[in-house]
C-alpha cells in the first residue's frame, strides 16, 4: 500500500517536470517516426544506387521494419512495468538511430534490410515505455492531456520526414554531397539516412534530466504478475476469437490499404507525374500535416455521432466506407493525367487513411471487457502493423515487379486497394448486428 500512495502522490506533486516528460517523449516518438519514414522518401535514388526490385523496396519499406517491431511489441511491454523505464527508451532510441546512421553506409540490400530490422526492434519499446511513464506521472484528470502531446510525435515526425528530408536531399545536392571527416562524401539519400540517425542525439540528451517514478507496485512479484496477466488476457482472446475474428480482418486489410499507397507515395510521384525526390518529399510533407490530422479528428467525431445514433457496428461501417474511397481515390491518384489532380487525389487518400484510425483503435476496445483491453491493444497494434506494414508494401512491389511499363507501379497499387475492398466490405457489412450485440453483452457484463 505504501508504494500505491507513493506513486499517487508523485503523479500530483511531480508539477511542471510532467510536461517536460511528455515533451521528451514527443520528441521521442518524431524521431522515431522520422526514421520509420525516411526510407519511402528515398526509395527511388536507393533503387538506383543498388539495383534494386520493387519486391526489395517493399521488404526495405515496411516488412524488415515490421518483423521484430510487431514481435517484440508485447513482451517490451511486460519489460517497460518492471525495469526503469527512462532507460529502456534511451537503449531502443540509441539502438535505432545507430540503426539509421548504419543504413547510410549500407552496400547491399542484406545490410539496409539488416539495418531497417534493427530500427523495428529498437522503436518497438517507445509506446509501452512511454506510456506507462505518463500514467506515472499524470493523474488521471490530466492523462489524456499528456498522452496528446506524445501523440502529437507521430504528426510531426511524418511532417518532419518529407519536408524536412526533401530539403536535406536538396541541400545536399546542391552542395555535391555531405563530407564527412576522413570518409568519401555521402550522396544524397546517405546524408539522409546519416542526418536522421544523428538528430536523436539531442533527445538522448533530454532524457538525462528525466527522473524515473516509483512504482505501484512492488518489483520483485511483478514478472510472475506481468507474465500471469498476459497469459489470461491473451487465452482470453484466442477464447473468444470467432467474435475478434471479423473485427480483425477488416482491421488489417484497412492497415494495408494505407501503407499500400502512403510507401509508395513518393515513387508514384516521381514516376508518374516527373517529379523530383526532394519535390516528392516536400509535397507529401505538407499533405500530411494537414489532412492527415483533420482526417483523425473528422474520423473520431464520425464514430461518435454514429455510435450515438446507435448505427450498428459503427465502427465497421466507417472502415467499409474508408475501402471505398480508398480505393476511388488510389485509382484516381495513378490515372490523374496532371498534377493538380494527383495532388487532389493524394490528400483526399492520406485524409482518408487517418479518417478509419479511430475506428481501427476503438473497434477492439469495444470489444474486449475492462480487464483485458491492454493485451487487446498490444494484440490489435500487432496484427495490424504486421499485416499492414509487412503485407502492403511488398504486396505492390511483387506485383509491380510483374508487371511492364512505366505505371506498373500504379496498376499494382490499384489491385492491392481492390483485392482490400474486396474483403473489408463484405466482411464488415455482414458482421456488423454481430460487432454491435458483443459489444452490448460486454457493456452489460
Not at 33 to 43: C, K, S, W
Amino acid at each position: 500500500m505504501a508504494s500505491v500512495a507513493a506513486a499517487g502522490d508523485f503523479a500530483h506533486r511531480s508539477g511542471a517536470h510532467k510536461w517536460y516528460v511528455a515533451a521528451v517523449l514527443c520528441a521521442a516518438h518524431t524521431i522515431a517516426v522520422i526514421d520509420r519514414f525516411i526510407m519511402v522518401l528515398v526509395t527511388e535514388p536507393v533503387r538506383a544506387a543498388m539495383e534494386l526490385s520493387d519486391t526489395q523496396l517493399g521488404l526495405l519499406q515496411g516488412t524488415g521494419f515490421a518483423i521484430l517491431y510487431c514481435g517484440f511489441a508485447v513482451p517490451l511491454g511486460c519489460v517497460a512495468d518492471v525495469v526503469n523505464r527512462r532507460n529502456l527508451i534511451m537503449l531502443g532510441l540509441a539502438l535505432w538511430s545507430m540503426a539509421t546512421v548504419g543504413a547510410a553506409f549500407a552496400t547491399s540490400f542484406e545490410t539496409l534490410f539488416a539495418a531497417r530490422i534493427l530500427v523495428g526492434l529498437g522503436e518497438a519499446c517507445l509506446v509501452p515505455a512511454g506510456m506507462s511513464l505518463l500514467a506515472a506521472y499524470f493523474p488521471p484528470a490530466q492523462l489524456a492531456r499528456g498522452t496528446a502531446i506524445f501523440g502529437l510525435g507521430a504528426n510531426f515526425g511524418y511532417g518532419f520526414a518529407f519536408l524536412g528530408g526533401g530539403a536535406v536531399l536538396a541541400g545536399v545536392q546542391a552542395a555535391g554531397g555531405l563530407a564527412l571527416p576522413g570518409l568519401d562524401p555521402l550522396v544524397p539519400w546517405q546524408a539522409l539516412f546519416f542526418v536522421a540517425g544523428v538528430a536523436a542525439i539531442p533527445v538522448l540528451l533530454l532524457f538525462l534530466w528525466m527522473r524515473e517514478p516509483p512504482r505501484a507496485h512492488a518489483v520483485e512479484s511483478a514478472w510472475r504478475g506481468q507474465l500471469a496477466s498476459l497469459r489470461e488476457g491473451v487465452g482470453y482472446l484466442l477464447g473468444n476469437m470467432r467474435a475478434y475474428a471479423p473485427f480483425l480482418v477488416v482491421g488489417s486489410c484497412t492497415a494495408t490499404t494505407g501503407y499500400a499507397l502512403t510507401s509508395w507515395s513518393a515513387s508514384l510521384l516521381v514516376r508518374l507525374q516527373g517529379f523530383t525526390t526532394a519535390e516528392a518529399g516536400q509535397l507529401i510533407g505538407i499533405i500530411g500535416i494537414v489532412a492527415g490530422p483533420m482526417g483523425t479528428i473528422a474520423g473520431g467525431v464520425l464514430l461518435d455521432r454514429l455510435r450515438a445514433r446507435g448505427v450498428p457496428g459503427a465502427p465497421l461501417l466507417v472502415m467499409a466506407l474508408g475501402a471505398v474511397i480508398s480505393l476511388t481515390t488510389a485509382a484516381g491518384l495513378v490515372a490523374a493525367p496532371g498534377v493538380p489532380l494527383a495532388t487532389l487525389a493524394l490528400v483526399l487518400f492520406i485524409f482518408n487513411s487517418t479518417l478509419v484510425l479511430p475506428s481501427l483503435y476503438v473497434g477492439m476496445q469495444m470489444l474486449t471487457p475492462d480487464r483485458f483491453r491492454g493485451v487487446a491493444a498490444s494484440f490489435n497494434m500487432m496484427t495490424y502493423t504486421l499485416c499492414g506494414l509487412g503485407i502492403g508494401p511488398t504486396a505492390v512491389g511483387l506485383l509491380s515487379d510483374s508487371l511492364s511499363g512505366a505505371r506498373g507501379l500504379g496498376v499494382a497499387v490499384v489491385i492491392v486497394e481492390a483485392v482490400m475492398a474486396a474483403i473489408i466490405i463484405p466482411v464488415a457489412l455482414r458482421s456488423r448486428r454481430a460487432f454491435h450485440a458483443r459489444m452490448a453483452a460486454v457493456d452489460a457484463a
